[in-house]
Protein backbone atom coordinates (compact mmCIF):
# COMPACT_ATOMS: atom_id res chain seq x y z
CA UNK A 1 0.00 0.00 0.00
CA UNK A 2 1.52 3.61 -0.72
CA UNK A 3 1.90 6.54 1.51
CA UNK A 4 -1.47 8.33 0.10
CA UNK A 5 -3.64 4.99 0.92
CA UNK A 6 -2.30 4.86 4.43
CA UNK A 7 -2.58 8.39 5.07
CA UNK A 8 -6.68 7.74 4.78
CA UNK A 9 -6.55 4.37 7.04
CA UNK A 10 -5.66 6.85 9.92
CA UNK A 11 -8.07 7.53 13.04
CA UNK A 12 -6.60 10.43 14.81
CA UNK A 13 -8.09 11.30 18.44
CA UNK A 14 -7.23 14.96 19.40
CA UNK A 15 -7.75 15.01 23.23
CA UNK A 16 -7.79 19.04 24.47
CA UNK A 17 -8.78 20.44 20.56
CA UNK A 18 -9.93 23.77 21.40
CA UNK A 19 -7.38 25.06 23.14
CA UNK A 20 -4.06 27.11 21.77
CA UNK A 21 -2.44 24.10 20.04
CA UNK A 22 -5.37 22.18 19.11
CA UNK A 23 -7.02 25.17 17.92
CA UNK A 24 -4.36 25.21 15.19
CA UNK A 25 -2.79 21.35 15.25
CA UNK A 26 -6.34 20.06 15.17
CA UNK A 27 -6.59 21.79 11.11
CA UNK A 28 -3.26 20.59 10.14
CA UNK A 29 -4.31 17.51 10.40
CA UNK A 30 -7.63 17.29 8.89
CA UNK A 31 -6.20 19.10 5.77
CA UNK A 32 -3.52 16.15 5.68
CA UNK A 33 -5.48 13.40 6.78
CA UNK A 34 -9.27 14.54 5.43
CA UNK A 35 -12.12 15.71 8.10
CA UNK A 36 -13.39 12.05 8.40
CA UNK A 37 -10.06 10.86 9.46
CA UNK A 38 -10.04 13.24 12.55
CA UNK A 39 -11.96 13.77 15.96
CA UNK A 40 -11.70 16.64 18.23
CA UNK A 41 -12.36 16.25 21.46
CA UNK A 42 -12.47 18.84 24.25
CA UNK A 43 -14.55 19.01 27.64
CA UNK A 44 -16.80 21.58 27.29
CA UNK A 45 -19.45 21.81 24.34
CA UNK A 46 -19.05 25.25 23.22
CA UNK A 47 -15.85 23.92 21.73
CA UNK A 48 -17.94 22.65 18.92
CA UNK A 49 -18.45 26.09 17.30
CA UNK A 50 -14.89 26.12 16.58
CA UNK A 51 -15.05 22.76 14.18
CA UNK A 52 -17.28 22.89 12.14
CA UNK A 53 -14.46 21.12 9.38
CA UNK A 54 -13.79 17.45 11.59
CA UNK A 55 -16.27 15.61 13.67
CA UNK A 56 -16.31 16.85 17.40
CA UNK A 57 -17.10 15.00 20.54
CA UNK A 58 -17.46 16.55 24.35
CA UNK A 59 -14.88 14.42 26.40
CA UNK A 60 -13.47 14.94 29.36
CA UNK A 61 -9.57 12.68 29.81
CA UNK A 62 -10.08 11.72 33.31
CA UNK A 63 -13.44 9.76 32.24
CA UNK A 64 -11.47 6.76 31.55
CA UNK A 65 -14.03 4.71 30.10
CA UNK A 66 -15.55 6.83 27.95
CA UNK A 67 -11.86 7.82 26.72
CA UNK A 68 -11.72 3.53 26.42
CA UNK A 69 -15.06 3.37 24.53
CA UNK A 70 -13.76 6.39 21.92
CA UNK A 71 -10.99 4.95 21.33
CA UNK A 72 -12.75 1.08 20.85
CA UNK A 73 -15.69 2.00 18.80
CA UNK A 74 -13.66 4.50 16.63
CA UNK A 75 -10.94 2.42 15.98
CA UNK A 76 -8.78 5.05 16.59
CA UNK A 77 -4.91 5.01 15.28
CA UNK A 78 -3.31 7.95 16.44
CA UNK A 79 -3.85 9.95 19.83
CA UNK A 80 -2.56 14.12 20.29
CA UNK A 81 -3.18 14.46 23.71
CA UNK A 82 -2.94 18.01 24.52
CA UNK A 83 -5.04 18.64 27.47
CA UNK A 84 -3.06 19.77 30.16
CA UNK A 85 -3.23 22.83 32.96
CA UNK A 86 -0.50 25.39 32.68
CA UNK A 87 2.44 26.62 34.36
CA UNK A 88 0.74 29.10 36.20
CA UNK A 89 -2.90 28.23 36.68
CA UNK A 90 -1.15 25.03 37.89
CA UNK A 91 0.67 26.73 41.07
CA UNK A 92 -2.99 27.97 42.05
CA UNK A 93 -3.85 24.14 42.16
CA UNK A 94 -1.21 21.83 41.94
CA UNK A 95 -2.89 18.87 42.81
CA UNK A 96 -5.45 19.23 40.49
CA UNK A 97 -2.94 20.34 38.11
CA UNK A 98 -0.34 17.00 38.29
CA UNK A 99 -3.97 14.81 38.60
CA UNK A 100 -5.16 15.80 35.35
CA UNK A 101 -1.61 16.50 34.07
CA UNK A 102 -0.17 12.81 35.08
CA UNK A 103 -3.34 10.50 34.98
CA UNK A 104 -4.28 11.44 32.24
CA UNK A 105 -1.33 10.77 30.10
CA UNK A 106 -0.69 7.26 32.02
CA UNK A 107 -4.97 6.58 30.45
CA UNK A 108 -3.33 7.62 27.22
CA UNK A 109 -0.03 5.41 27.40
CA UNK A 110 -2.48 2.37 28.67
CA UNK A 111 -4.94 2.97 25.85
CA UNK A 112 -2.07 2.79 23.28
CA UNK A 113 -0.54 -0.57 24.76
CA UNK A 114 -3.88 -2.12 24.83
CA UNK A 115 -5.17 -1.34 21.36
CA UNK A 116 -1.23 -0.98 19.63
CA UNK A 117 -2.11 2.41 18.35
CA UNK A 118 0.21 3.33 15.49
CA UNK A 119 1.46 6.70 17.53
CA UNK A 120 0.48 9.03 20.36
CA UNK A 121 1.70 12.81 20.62
CA UNK A 122 2.16 14.38 24.19
CA UNK A 123 3.35 17.96 24.21
CA UNK A 124 6.39 18.60 27.21
CA UNK A 125 7.64 22.00 27.71
CA UNK A 126 10.56 24.24 28.77
CA UNK A 127 9.37 23.87 32.10
CA UNK A 128 10.70 20.84 32.30
CA UNK A 129 14.03 22.45 33.06
CA UNK A 130 14.68 24.84 36.70
CA UNK A 131 17.20 26.90 38.33
CA UNK A 132 19.92 24.72 37.96
CA UNK A 133 19.77 24.29 34.66
CA UNK A 134 22.73 25.76 32.47
CA UNK A 135 20.39 29.13 31.08
CA UNK A 136 22.20 29.85 27.47
CA UNK A 137 21.89 27.33 25.05
CA UNK A 138 20.12 24.77 27.16
CA UNK A 139 21.33 21.26 26.43
CA UNK A 140 19.01 18.26 25.54
CA UNK A 141 20.39 16.22 28.70
CA UNK A 142 21.52 18.26 31.85
CA UNK A 143 20.26 18.99 35.23
CA UNK A 144 16.49 19.52 34.99
CA UNK A 145 15.23 19.47 38.64
CA UNK A 146 11.80 21.79 37.70
CA UNK A 147 10.36 23.58 40.47
CA UNK A 148 6.81 24.34 39.61
CA UNK A 149 3.86 21.41 39.41
CA UNK A 150 3.47 22.04 35.78
CA UNK A 151 7.04 21.32 35.17
CA UNK A 152 7.22 18.44 37.71
CA UNK A 153 4.18 16.88 35.91
CA UNK A 154 6.43 17.27 32.43
CA UNK A 155 9.46 15.69 33.74
CA UNK A 156 7.57 12.99 34.75
CA UNK A 157 5.69 12.31 31.57
CA UNK A 158 8.76 12.32 30.02
CA UNK A 159 9.91 9.80 31.63
CA UNK A 160 6.46 7.67 31.23
CA UNK A 161 6.99 8.19 27.30
CA UNK A 162 9.92 6.75 27.41
CA UNK A 163 9.16 4.09 29.81
CA UNK A 164 6.47 2.99 27.35
CA UNK A 165 8.27 3.32 24.27
CA UNK A 166 11.05 1.09 26.23
CA UNK A 167 8.89 -1.73 27.85
CA UNK A 168 5.72 -1.51 25.31
CA UNK A 169 6.87 -0.76 22.25
CA UNK A 170 4.31 2.65 22.05
CA UNK A 171 5.39 4.70 19.52
CA UNK A 172 5.40 7.91 21.31
CA UNK A 173 6.79 11.40 20.13
CA UNK A 174 7.36 14.30 22.24
CA UNK A 175 8.43 18.06 21.70
CA UNK A 176 9.65 20.46 24.55
CA UNK A 177 7.57 23.52 23.37
CA UNK A 178 9.10 26.82 24.43
CA UNK A 179 6.34 29.67 24.46
CA UNK A 180 3.65 29.36 21.99
CA UNK A 181 2.23 32.38 20.22
CA UNK A 182 -1.16 32.37 18.30
CA UNK A 183 -3.35 34.70 17.41
CA UNK A 184 -6.21 32.52 16.83
CA UNK A 185 -7.13 31.38 20.69
CA UNK A 186 -6.71 33.56 23.61
CA UNK A 187 -3.96 33.18 26.82
CA UNK A 188 -4.00 30.09 28.53
CA UNK A 189 -2.98 30.00 31.90
CA UNK A 190 0.70 30.08 30.67
CA UNK A 191 3.62 32.29 32.18
CA UNK A 192 5.24 32.93 28.36
CA UNK A 193 1.30 34.06 27.93
CA UNK A 194 1.81 37.40 28.58
CA UNK A 195 3.90 37.57 24.56
CA UNK A 196 -0.08 36.67 23.64
CA UNK A 197 -2.10 38.75 25.23
CA UNK A 198 0.27 42.18 24.30
CA UNK A 199 -0.57 41.61 20.98
CA UNK A 200 -4.76 41.40 21.68
CA UNK A 201 -3.94 45.21 23.91
CA UNK A 202 -1.97 46.73 21.24
CA UNK A 203 -4.95 46.10 18.81
CA UNK A 204 -7.58 47.05 21.11
CA UNK A 205 -5.38 50.41 22.05
CA UNK A 206 -5.53 49.24 26.07
CA UNK A 207 -2.20 50.19 27.90
CA UNK A 208 0.01 46.47 28.47
CA UNK A 209 0.45 45.82 32.28
CA UNK A 210 3.45 43.35 31.96
CA UNK A 211 3.18 40.17 34.93
CA UNK A 212 6.99 39.79 34.05
CA UNK A 213 10.24 42.41 34.36
CA UNK A 214 11.31 44.33 31.02
CA UNK A 215 14.33 41.90 31.13
CA UNK A 216 13.45 38.89 30.78
CA UNK A 217 14.17 36.94 28.84
CA UNK A 218 12.43 32.97 27.49
CA UNK A 219 12.25 30.93 24.40
CA UNK A 220 9.76 31.52 21.80
CA UNK A 221 7.80 30.27 19.04
CA UNK A 222 4.95 31.33 16.39
CA UNK A 223 2.25 28.97 16.25
CA UNK A 224 2.98 28.27 12.65
CA UNK A 225 6.75 26.93 13.26
CA UNK A 226 4.58 24.95 16.31
CA UNK A 227 2.15 23.30 14.05
CA UNK A 228 5.26 22.49 11.48
CA UNK A 229 7.72 20.79 14.17
CA UNK A 230 4.49 18.34 15.40
CA UNK A 231 3.57 17.59 11.98
CA UNK A 232 7.31 16.87 10.90
CA UNK A 233 8.14 15.29 13.98
CA UNK A 234 4.81 12.74 13.97
CA UNK A 235 5.60 11.91 10.35
CA UNK A 236 8.93 11.15 10.43
CA UNK A 237 10.24 7.55 10.01
CA UNK A 238 10.05 5.97 13.47
CA UNK A 239 13.87 5.14 13.31
CA UNK A 240 14.53 8.57 12.78
CA UNK A 241 12.93 9.28 16.24
CA UNK A 242 16.00 8.67 18.29
CA UNK A 243 14.78 10.28 21.89
CA UNK A 244 12.01 8.84 22.84
CA UNK A 245 11.51 11.29 25.90
CA UNK A 246 11.18 14.53 24.44
CA UNK A 247 12.79 17.16 22.10
CA UNK A 248 14.24 20.25 22.75
CA UNK A 249 12.52 22.50 20.00
CA UNK A 250 13.76 26.50 19.27
CA UNK A 251 13.21 29.41 17.31
CA UNK A 252 13.38 32.45 19.25
CA UNK A 253 14.11 34.18 22.38
CA UNK A 254 13.19 37.75 23.85
CA UNK A 255 12.44 40.23 26.61
CA UNK A 256 8.65 41.70 27.29
CA UNK A 257 10.62 44.67 26.39
CA UNK A 258 11.99 43.64 22.98
CA UNK A 259 8.19 42.26 21.57
CA UNK A 260 6.99 45.69 22.92
CA UNK A 261 10.03 47.46 20.52
CA UNK A 262 8.41 45.41 18.20
CA UNK A 263 4.84 46.69 18.18
CA UNK A 264 5.84 49.77 18.45
CA UNK A 265 6.68 50.97 14.66
CA UNK A 266 2.74 49.93 14.30
CA UNK A 267 1.58 51.23 17.29
CA UNK A 268 3.50 54.24 18.35
CA UNK A 269 0.93 55.10 20.94
CA UNK A 270 1.18 51.89 22.59
CA UNK A 271 2.42 51.77 26.24
CA UNK A 272 3.46 49.35 28.40
CA UNK A 273 3.80 48.86 32.05
CA UNK A 274 5.97 46.34 34.32
CA UNK A 275 4.52 44.93 37.48
CA UNK A 276 6.25 41.49 38.48
CA UNK A 277 4.18 39.12 39.93
CA UNK A 278 4.36 35.02 41.30
CA UNK A 279 5.10 34.97 37.45
CA UNK A 280 8.30 36.12 37.92
CA UNK A 281 9.50 33.35 39.52
CA UNK A 282 8.56 30.54 37.38
CA UNK A 283 10.11 32.86 34.19
CA UNK A 284 13.30 32.95 36.24
CA UNK A 285 13.66 29.28 36.68
CA UNK A 286 12.92 28.24 33.02
CA UNK A 287 15.93 28.99 30.46
CA UNK A 288 16.82 31.74 28.29
CA UNK A 289 17.74 29.91 25.16
CA UNK A 290 17.45 26.37 23.75
CA UNK A 291 20.01 24.27 21.63
CA UNK A 292 17.79 21.95 19.63
CA UNK A 293 20.67 20.34 17.72
CA UNK A 294 18.72 16.78 18.32
CA UNK A 295 15.65 18.03 16.27
CA UNK A 296 17.68 19.48 13.58
CA UNK A 297 19.91 16.41 13.06
CA UNK A 298 17.41 13.24 13.61
CA UNK A 299 14.16 14.71 11.83
CA UNK A 300 15.60 18.19 10.01
CA UNK A 301 13.95 20.68 12.62
CA UNK A 302 14.09 24.41 11.46
CA UNK A 303 12.04 27.27 12.26
CA UNK A 304 10.90 30.40 9.72
CA UNK A 305 9.66 32.67 12.06
CA UNK A 306 11.67 35.24 14.14
CA UNK A 307 10.52 38.38 16.72
CA UNK A 308 9.83 41.01 13.49
CA UNK A 309 8.23 38.35 11.49
CA UNK A 310 5.79 37.39 13.90
CA UNK A 311 4.86 40.56 14.81
CA UNK A 312 3.71 42.00 11.28
CA UNK A 313 2.18 38.65 10.53
CA UNK A 314 0.18 38.52 14.18
CA UNK A 315 -0.82 42.03 13.57
CA UNK A 316 -2.13 41.77 9.89
CA UNK A 317 -4.31 38.68 11.07
CA UNK A 318 -5.12 39.20 14.47
CA UNK A 319 -8.06 41.76 14.21
CA UNK A 320 -10.14 39.81 11.54
CA UNK A 321 -9.88 36.80 14.26
CA UNK A 322 -11.17 38.50 17.57
CA UNK A 323 -12.91 41.71 15.22
CA UNK A 324 -14.55 42.28 18.64
CA UNK A 325 -11.14 43.71 19.67
CA UNK A 326 -10.88 46.47 16.69
C1 LIG B 1 3.51 28.01 30.07
O1 LIG B 1 3.92 29.18 30.07
O2 LIG B 1 3.09 27.42 31.06
C2 LIG B 1 3.56 27.27 28.76
C3 LIG B 1 4.83 26.52 28.58
C4 LIG B 1 6.12 27.25 28.46
O3 LIG B 1 4.83 25.32 28.53
N1 LIG B 1 3.36 28.16 27.65
Known sequence: ???????????????????????????????????????????????????????????????????????????????????????????????????????????????????????????????????????????QYCVKEPNTVYGISKQAGERWCEYYFQKFNVDVRSLRYPGLIGYKSLPGGGTTDYAVDIYHKAIAGTDFNCFLKSDTSLPMMYMPDAIKATMDLMNAPRESVKIRSSYNLAAMSFTPEEIYQSILPFFPDFKIAYNPDFRQAIADSWPDSIDDSFARKDWGWSPDYDLNAMTSDILKNLPDFFPSKN
Open 1 to 139: MGDFESLFMEKILVIGAAGQLGSELTKSLTDLFGSESVIATDLQESARSKFDYCRFEVLDVMNKEALRNLVKNEKVSQIYHLAAVLSATGEKKPIFAWHLNMESLLFVLELANEFKLDKVYWPSSIAVFGPNTPKINTP
